[in-house]
Structure formats: structure tokens, C-alpha cells
């Protein structure tokens, strides 16, 4: 074989193995890439995993912490339970509004009896924010309860509306008790001036 024909092969067979050397370091550069997304991928879904399960968790601690009331009328009273079974009442305060010069109730039987909202009401009438005659009427008052759920304690304070009516007979006045209903949520410290504010605006 000629010197030239020797150097032809040598030539190719150098070719051969650049592109074997080439088309290796290109697989390697795949299987890093590939390795990469694998581990991104992965690292993603426990990622996503996490931030679901701290979501769920948080969403529960805010729902256990979240207090709504219901009322059931017995007689002259509204019996108040929690709407949500796993939540346990321990006491609540209630407070009127500070024009009517009716003080605080403290219970640890979560109830709202005729007395008292037919005391706020005397008084309401006595400074002009009531109506007389028969009909019925609302009285916000502010309720801080403290209640138990998934073991914990916790407190919340709220304005509700106390739905009642007002019979006036010839001898007494009669105070029936209709119901609750949520008007806004606050705090220990804020739920009087907002108790406040809001009789104004309702009485002028």
C-alpha cells in the first residue's frame, strides 16, 4: 500500500474516532441535562407537596380560629351555640353600646336573655334610639367568646345584631327575642368604637 493511500486511512480513521469522541460528549451532555430535569422535577413536586400541605394546614388553623354563632330562641332567651360541632364554648362577654350606659354581661352559658335587651332598650328609649310601639327591632351588641377547637384556646370578638320585638301593653312590655345575625368582626380592643359608631350612624 502507497504512502499516500496509508495516510488517506489514517486520516479517516482519525475522523471516525473525533466523531465517536463528538457524539459521546454529546450523550453525556444529555444524560446531565436529562439528570438535571429529573432532579428539578422532583424537587418541584415536593415543593408543590409542601406549599399544598402548608396551605391545607394553615386553611384549617384559620377555619378552627374562625368563630360564627347561632341562635335558637327558648322562650325569652337566644341559646348560642358555634356552627362548627368541633368548636367548644367556654364563656363570652357581652357589651352595648356605650350611649345606653348598660353594662357588660359575663356567661359561661352562652345565651342572651330578654332582660338584658330589654334593659338596653329602656335605655335606648330614654336617649331617643329606639322606637316605641310594637314592631320588630335590632340592638347590635358586641360578643367576645371564648371557645376551644382542635384543643386550643381561642377568642373571638364580633358586632351582632340581636333581632327582637317589643309588645307595649297597658301594665309592662313584653321583649321577644327573634334572633342573631353577624354584622362585622373586630377586636378586644377596637369592637367598642366600632359598637359605638355604629349605634350613631343607626340613631343619628
Known amino acids: 500500500m502507497s504512502e499516500p493511500e496509508n495516510r488517506r486511512q489514517a486520516a479517516e480513521a482519525a475522523a471516525i474516532r473525533r466523531r465517536w469522541i463528538t457524539l459521546g460528549e454529546v450523550l453525556a451532555v444529555v444524560a ?3 439528570s438535571g430535569l429529573t432532579f428539578w422535577n422532583s424537587y418541584q413536586e415536593r415543593s408543590n407537596s409542601q406549599a399544598e400541605k402548608a396551605a391545607e394546614k394553615q386553611a384549617k388553623q384559620a377555619k378552627a380560629q374562625t368563630l360564627i354563632l347561632s341562635a335558637t330562641a327558648d322562650a325569652r332567651n337566644l341559646r348560642l351555640a358555634a ?9 363570652q362577654t357581652l357589651t352595648f353600646p356605650s350611649a345606653l350606659g348598660v353594662k357588660g354581661i359575663d356567661t359561661v352559658d352562652p345565651r342572651i336573655e330578654a332582660s338584658w ?16 310601639g310594637s314592631g320588630d327591632a335590632r340592638l ?3 360578643i367576645t367568646t371564648r371557645f376551644v377547637s382542635g384543643g386550643a384556646a381561642h377568642s373571638d370578638t364580633a358586632i351582632y345584631d340581636v333581632g327582637y320585638r317589643v309588645d307595649e301593653g297597658l301594665l309592662d312590655t313584653d321583649v321577644q327575642l327573634l334572633g342573631l ?6 377586636t ?8 359605638d359608631a355604629l349605634w350613631k350612624r343607626r340613631t343619628g
Request: charge should be positive.
Open 140 to 142: 347590635p351588641v358586641a
Open 32 to 34: 446531565v441535562i436529562i
Open 188 to 195: 378586644a380592643r377596637n369592637v367598642q368604637p366600632k359598637l
Open 83 to 91: 356552627r362548627d360541632p368541633e368548636q367548644a364554648i367556654q364563656g
Open 117 to 132: 335587651v330589654e334593659s338596653a332598650w329602656k335605655a335606648a328609649r330614654k336617649h331617643g334610639g329606639a322606637k316605641g
Open 181 to 186: 345575625s353577624l354584622v362585622e368582626r373586630g
